[in-house]
């Protein structure tokens, strides 16, 4: 019923940049928070950042200032720009969205979707 791809992850120098993109697509009535998670390895998920359908914003401590959420209503995707990369942002990136699509038998559906997850690995 609702896909969740992501895309944008890589290999980059501390220091550099990525962007993420994360889209949504199915028969999607609305799409409200949307949010990108983390996960590095031997460590828990952890909420990265967050935006509402309004365009209010939410970051970890350590990624303010360097990234930055928005989202694209018109595409239901959310971007994830992050600059001043350091190593220890190296992980696995985890889209999430609270989803309202229609099932097959014609009711509203709401969910939590996730993507499958992109790696970022920040390295020299």
């Known amino acids: 019923q609702v896909q969740v791809v992501e895309s944008g992850g890589g290999l980059v120098q501390p220091g550099g940049s990525l962007r993420l993109s994360c889209a949504v697509s199915?028969?999607?009535?609305?799409?409200?928070?949307m949010g990108w998670y983390r996960q590095a390895p031997g460590k828990e998920r952890e909420l990265v950042a967050s935006?509402?359908?309004?365009?209010?914003?939410n970051y970890e401590d350590s990624v303010k200032g360097r990234f930055t959420i928005s989202r694209d209503t018109a595409k239901n995707t959310v971007y994830l720009q992050m600059n001043s990369l350091k190593i220890e942002d190296t992980a696995e990136y985890y889209c999430?969205?609270?989803?309202?699509?229609?099932?097959?038998?014609?009711?509203?559906?709401?969910?939590?979707?996730w993507g499958k997850g992109i790696l970022v690995t920040v390295s020299s």
């Open positions: 999430n969205a609270d989803v309202v699509y229609i099932a097959t038998t014609g009711e509203f559906v709401a969910m939590k979707y």
């Open positions: 935006i509402t359908s309004g365009g209010d914003t």
């Open positions: 199915g028969s999607i009535v609305s799409l409200n928070d």
